[in-house]
């Protein structure tokens, strides 16, 4: 069984450039959600996305968005991009039944200047 | 809206004591409540789920306990260790459009050896 697994590790843009981060979910699990980590702070939810249909938004712009795919592995887009997109990007997996326990990949760090 | 607070924000502690950290949430409508840790740069590893109607869970070292009447969940950790030195989050887990987590800022923890 693999684990939940993201790309790239690093990644350094210019403010008002796209990033597409990727995420391949645990296997078995339907559902994947995007949080935001800025530095010395808790995560912070973005989106869920459950059989490829958004099913969850937290306090975000829509320049952030994502998708779903079909082998329930995921991206996240970003649109002119801001100094305060600087953060570590999680995602998480899970199934959506019973314990609903979600089990997170090691991130992407993303540097905008 | 769901607020989760940690406390002690940081704690350095001697190699083999026993420590306590508090995690507070403001509603008491959770479906359950998890703990992770988080190394420099990392992503989140989970330690302990507990559901909405359990009192507590364990782990080899770890005990948590939830108590939803007052909003208040503990992570004991025993005999600590250096290896132990990481920074632990509480999330709160909802249900309800978009199943996502609400996080604590976190305990930075330091064990010296």
């Known amino acids: 069984e693999t684990g939940v697994t993201q790309s790239p590790t690093h990644l350094i843009k210019t403010r008002g450039q796209q990033v597409t981060l990727r995420c391949s979910s645990q296997?078995?699990?339907?559902?994947v959600s995007w949080y935001q980590q800025a530095l010395g702070q808790g995560p912070q939810f973005i989106f869920q996305?459950?059989?490829?249909?958004?099913?969850g938004r937290g306090n975000f712009p829509p320049r952030f968005s994502g998708l779903q795919f079909p082998n329930y592995s995921s991206e996240l887009n970003v649109n002119a991009l801001e100094l305060d997109d600087s953060a570590l990007y999680l995602c998480?997996?899970?199934?959506?039944?019973?314990?609903?326990?979600?089990?997170f990949g090691p991130g992407t760090r993303l540097t905008v200047t | 809206k769901q607020e989760v607070t940690q406390i002690p924000a940081a704690l350095s502690v001697p190699e083999g004591e026993n420590l306590v950290l508090n995690c507070s949430f403001t509603?008491?409508?959770?479906?359950?409540l998890q703990w992770f840790r988080q190394d420099p740069g990392k992503g989140l590893t989970s330690l302990l789920l507990?559901?909405?109607?359990?009192r507590e869970q364990t782990s080899g070292r770890l005990n948590a306990s939830l108590d939803k009447s007052s909003g208040r969940s503990t992570l004991y950790i025993a005999a600590s260790q250096p290896g132990d030195s990481a920074t632990y989050l509480c999330?709160?887990?909802?249900?309800?459009?978009?199943?996502?987590?609400?996080f604590g800022p976190g305990t930075r923890l330091s064990v010296l050896p």
């Open positions: 999330a709160v887990h909802l249900l309800g459009y978009g199943q996502n987590f609400v």
């Open positions: 998480a997996s899970s199934f959506l039944a019973g314990s609903y326990e979600q089990y």
């Open positions: 996305y459950y059989r490829e249909e958004e099913n």
């Open positions: 296997s078995g699990h339907n559902t």
């Open positions: 509603d008491s409508a959770i479906y359950n």
């Open positions: 507990i559901q909405s109607s359990q």
